[in-house]
């Protein structure tokens, strides 16, 4: 007996027989493997069960044939734009917002400058999400005055950075503007990486005390500017030299750093 809903011009279907119906309307050689509408119109000239779209959805979508036999429709992909290669510190750099942190000492937020040629970066703690005029204050007080005007800017599509007033101010300081793609962090890969070191250093030192997050910054700051820094050093270091006696010792030393 049908149940109530089930138009008098088809057939219902019980649970166990409307896999073999769908393939009846897909895989036959009457229907040839059409796309999810052809399939669902051609089941629905003879038969009926609840929720059969949902069911002729989900079995066109896991056909293997399908899968391996058709080309994509879908329109192609865009030529990637790679990020241009910085030949000195703090030429091109990258900024992002750590947001959502616990109140301290009326600091939640934290914007990340990370330069693109050494890995530096600075941490600077905010108390809100800035506007794009107080984004342009806090990069000339914490980073332009000391590294020198950037060649490129890379942001996210933030609000911030989008607006008239960013790309204007960039344009006047003769920087270009770099945003990444939706859907696509890798473009501003070096400032997400950075705020997960961030994010992680700050758990490990502040676990028993949330709100003093801000207090702990400048040392987070310096332990990781100091790790790209021995990083640096190492893949400076000379060669070994080769001895008569084919045993290897290392090359000239390289200079100390020295504090004056």
């Given amino acids: ?17 409307r896999s073999d119906a769908i393939q009846w309307g897909y895989c036959s050689n009457v229907a040839c493997h059409p796309g999810i509408s052809q399939t669902k119109g051609l089941v629905k000239q003879r038969f009926w069960w ?18 391996s036999g058709k080309s994509s429709n879908r ?9 241009s290669v910085p030949s000195r510190p703090w030429s091109h750099i990258t900024l992002d917002f750590v947001t959502a942190l616990p109140p301290s000492n009326g600091m939640t937020v934290v914007l990340t400058v990370v330069d693109r040629f050494s890995k530096a970066a600075h941490f600077i703690p905010l108390p809100k999400l800035p506007t794009a005029k107080e984004t342009e204050v806090t990069v000339i007080d914490h980073v332009f005055r000391l590294h020198g ?12 950075f989008i607006s008239k007033f960013w790309k204007e101010f960039c344009s006047l300081l003769g920087a270009t ?7 696509h962090p890798q473009s501003n890969g070096q ?4 705020n997960q070191d961030l994010e992680r250093t700050l758990r490990c030192l502040v676990s028993k005390n949330p709100s003093s997050w801000s207090q702990q910054l400048s040392m987070v700051e310096y332990a990781h500017n100091s790790f790209f ?12 030299t080769r001895l008569s006696s084919g045993a290897t010792a290392p090359g000239p030393e390289p200079a100390r750093l020295c504090s004056r």
Avoid: I, W
């Fill in 1 to 17: 007996m049908p149940p109530p809903g089930c138009p008098t011009n088809r057939l219902f279907v019980p649970e166990e027989l």
């Fill in 50 to 67: 609840p929720l059969m779209a949902r069911d002729v959805h989900d079995f066109v979508l896991a056909c293997s044939v399908c899968a």
């Fill in 75 to 83: 329109p192609p992909d865009g030529l990637l734009q790679p990020l």
């Fill in 149 to 160: 005007l950037p060649v490129d800017v890379v942001s996210d599509r933030g609000s911030q």
């Fill in 177 to 183: 503007v770099s945003l990444s793609s939706g859907y």
């Fill in 191 to 194: 400032s997400e990486r950075a």
């Fill in 229 to 240: 820094l021995v990083c640096n050093l190492k893949s400076r270091s000379p060669p070994l």
